[in-house]
Nanobody, 114 residues
Framework: QVQLVESGGGLVQAGGSLRLSCAAS????????PDWYRQAPGKQRELVAA???????NYADSVKGRFTISRDNAKNTVYLQMNSLKPEDTAVYYC????????WGQGTQVTVSS
């Protein structure tokens, strides 16, 4: 199982941008994901963005047009570029390959102030 570490979160004003990184301990070249999830206070964890090994992407309706997921296989890293951030994007963001089998990491906190 590849170990994943999220980073890049922080405090930003509404309309601002952040780029999250998900660094893997091993090669991600041949796997789908890791994907990005988030969990806001009092809410269930939700899928934000997904990426296949071939680079095909899928997004939650709430972030389409604002967030972009990408991968750099040479660096074993998946990114989440978040633009035009809104207060409702405030959450802990996680990356994971298979939520049915893998262990969730610590995540990275994103806070968007109004």
């Amino acid at each position: 199982q590849v170990q994943l570490v999220e980073s890049g979160g922080g405090l930003v004003q509404a309309g601002g941008s952040l780029r999250l990184s998900c660094a893997a301990s091993g090669s991600i070249f041949s796997i789908n994901g890791p994907d990005w999830y988030r969990q806001a206070p009092g809410k269930q964890r939700e899928l934000v963005a997904a990426i296949t090994s071939g680079g095909n992407t899928n997004y939650a309706d709430s972030v389409k047009g604002r967030f972009t997921i990408s991968r750099d296989n040479a660096k074993n890293t998946v990114y989440l570029q978040m633009n035009s951030l809104k207060p409702e994007d405030t959450a802990v963001y996680y990356c994971i390959v298979d939520p049915a089998f893998d262990t969730w990491g610590q995540g990275t906190q994103v806070t968007v102030s109004s």
